[in-house]
DNA sequence: GAGTGGTCTAGACCACAGA
DNA sequence: CTGTGGTCTAGACCACTCT
């Protein structure tokens, strides 16, 4: 019997038929993608290799692959000819690659410094409900911090999280690399964000933070970050000074 | 005798043998590509079939499938069970959803509206043939224009076209889908574009022509799009409005 | 019904990593 | 040397489109 179950598949003139429904490589995917998101394996750990996902599921190698392939596009795993298929992890070179699209006008992109200044746990307001799907009354975590580059402080950054799938977070150091955090200490693992920006003037609190006059513009990055299975995990609002950086968006 | 030439197998017990070289499917889809790129087939008409192009290159019709699903990756073919793989078409639906970011906050995205204030044809400066790779005295088309979303006008464009791969456009009536009129009728479909993001305040001018405020903050959008060759074909800057739109970025 | 792309399998061989 | 993922082939059948 395959952990598959029942495919629709029955033996007709000893040969297989498929009845409709989604494909069977797509069905391998959801098996191997619930398994990440059930911290089957931890972060990058090696997965099973073709050959025994393909005995065990009872799919022939073929069709593992292109399961495995699909999740490479989308960043899940990481495979290496000759050594194995390995859960991606969240270490700053990717993330600088993937969801820090900030970089000097001239020079190398680098990952930021950051330091927090402050951190609070308050009630959901409406807005944040909504983005993250929660109850009147849900608790958020705010962290506010500035970041910087190149020794220059250029970004003022506010971030909040449904509190309920962060436990005690406050107290403990935030690192500098959060997304790690979440990957390695809540199981979390960012998947994709959807970014929305704007040009705006800065207002009195943040100029001063960013020590820039009041009404200097700003890029303004408002990001929701999901988590594997899709779910809105962090919603972080960035105030970038924009004078010798640029962000930058590639289309194709 | 196959039209990819000697692929260095070689015949050895019978079996056949690869040598260092690229993949064989990475070698077909360059030799799609190329036709793409000279016109051998036109925006919107049908490739052969796999197994015509599998029989003509002399590989399996496996190969042929990984190097068109690579190319309908990027987006250079679409290709529809049943009738066949057709070359990509730069329609007013694709770019607004490939290379449009700019979307109301509320309210569903639209195609904007373009209205031209002037064209010239004039010396490149040196940005320009460094953004190019053209010689010294080169010459630019350069267009302005005023695009409107909802019926207010929000953005400010500035597009800069090399002159020698343009001929006869500034007599022109200038369309609203420029990449619609670069592909038909210069034969140059863009197939990737990079954006440079940064906040910015109006000057006296920009401002005027989008009707506030001097030093309102706005949207600078730097982009420089390339043909499926990857040669630089159009620099673009675009000075947006955004208190009422927002630029999307998707991360993943 | 004929022709297209889409799925699935099976098997062979290659390139690479590590014991 | 063994085991891994990567490439390539061949063949079967399915789902869809058009005539």
Redesign the pocket.
């Known amino acids: 019997m395959s952990i598959m179950g029942d495919r629709g598949q029955i033996a007709?003139?000893g040969?297989?038929?498929?009845?409709?429904q989604r494909?069977?490589?797509?069905?391998v995917r959801e098996v191997l993608v619930r398994r990440l998101v059930d911290g089957v394996w931890s972060p990058g750990e090696?997965?099973?290799?073709?050959?025994?996902l393909?005995a065990e599921l009872?799919?022939?190698?073929?069709?593992v692959?292109?399961a495995?392939?699909s999740m490479?596009a989308d960043k899940l795993v990481v495979?290496?000819?000759?050594?194995?298929?390995f859960v991606a992890v969240h270490d700053e070179a990717r993330i600088l690659f993937q969801f820090f699209k900030l970089a000097p006008d001239a020079g190398e992109a680098a990952f930021p410094e950051s330091r927090v200044i402050g951190t609070a746990t308050e009630t959901a307001d409406e807005s944040e409900r909504r983005a993250f799907g929660l109850r009147a009354g849900a608790k958020i975590i705010r962290i506010r911090r500035l970041r910087s580059l190149a020794g220059r402080t250029v970004i003022a950054e506010h971030i909040a999280l449904p509190a309920a799938l962060f436990p005690r977070l406050t107290q403990d150091e935030i690192p500098n690399n959060l997304y790690g955090l979440y990957a390695t200490r809540y199981g979390l693992a960012i998947a994709r964000a959807e970014e929305r920006l704007k040009a705006v003037a800065l207002g009195a609190k943040d100029a001063a933070l960013l020590r820039v006059r009041p009404g200097t513009p700003a890029l303004r990055i408002d990001r929701l970050a999901r988590s594997l299975s899709g779910r809105s995990v962090e919603w972080r609002v960035s105030l970038c000074l924009t004078q010798e950086f640029h962000y930058l968006s590639e289309l194709d």
């Open positions: 007709k003139d040969k297989a038929m498929r009845l409709a494909p069977l490589y797509a069905q090696a997965l099973p290799s073709e050959m025994e393909a009872d799919v022939s190698q073929g069709t692959r292109k495995l392939d490479t495979r290496h000819q000759g050594r194995g298929t």
